[in-house]
């Protein structure tokens, strides 16, 4: 149980397109979302909390309007990279957390982002 | 603000011998949690351990278990005969409680755990 799966597994895009990760709960119903994001030999920096049905809480320095984030259902949340540029490359990771629990966060397997 | 350290960038252990990886955290919160994360190359993160704060005993699961030294402020993890597959990115974290109850996680620079064989 507590599966998490995240799509695409990897995407490659053009600078300045948008691309759009899911992140989608499988077998539990998830309030809260989180992204992150890794760059190479580099720990998890969170970018945003998702609570269902109301607006991303964004970590200091992680601009809004370039990551957007919508957590429109219990068990999806998605995030949009608009205008991608290369320096947006990296591995983006969600985690949900179930209801029912205070604590336990259950990562999705990721997704890796190259932007040329 | 919490905060997590970890301060051994790489370790090598030889196959089927026991490793310490070290953690310490800083918070002025009573009440808060620990944990540990396994990051193969693969990329997914994978529970491995969790201590609470009131906990009086160390947490074990399996061949892992935490020494946890709340004066000390240190979690460190301990992997008992280990074994190939132990090799990955290995990450402490804590249980930050948001301003919106969100209970995020802030995570350590990580090790990285090479086992020989």
């Known amino acids: 149980g507590a599966v998490v799966s995240q799509h695409p597994s990897w995407v490659i895009c053009k600078s300045g397109t948008s691309v759009k990760i899911e992140c989608r709960s499988l077998d539990f119903q998830a309030t809260t979302m989180f992204w992150y994001r890794q760059f190479p030999k580099q720990s998890l920096m969170l970018m945003a909390t998702s609570n269902e049905g109301s607006k991303a809480t964004y970590e200091q320095g992680v601009e809004k309007d370039k990551f957007l984030i919508n957590h429109a259902s219990l068990t999806l949340s998605t995030l949009t990279v608009t205008s991608a540029h290369p320096e947006d490359s990296s591995f983006y990771i969600c985690?949900?957390?179930?209801?029912?629990?205070?604590?336990?966060?259950?990562f999705g397997p990721g997704t890796r982002l190259t932007v040329t | 603000a919490q905060k997590i350290t970890q301060t051994q960038p790489g370790m090598f252990v030889q196959e089927k011998e026991a490793v310490t990886l070290d953690c310490t955290y800083d918070t002025s919160d009573q009440s808060y949690g620990l944990f540990w994360y396994k990051q193969p190359s693969s990329g997914e993160m994978i529970f491995l351990i969790y201590q609470g704060s009131y906990d009086e005993q160390n947490a074990t699961e399996g061949r892992y278990s935490l020494n946890f030294q709340k004066a000390r402020k240190s979690a460190n993890l301990v992997i008992s005969a280990s074994q190939l597959g132990d090799s990955a990115m290995y990450f402490c974290a804590m249980r930050d409680l948001g301003g919106d109850s969100s209970y995020k996680l802030i995570f350590g620079s990580g090790t990285r755990l090479l086992v020989r064989p």
């Open positions: 985690s949900a957390r179930i209801i029912v629990t205070s604590y336990e966060q259950y």
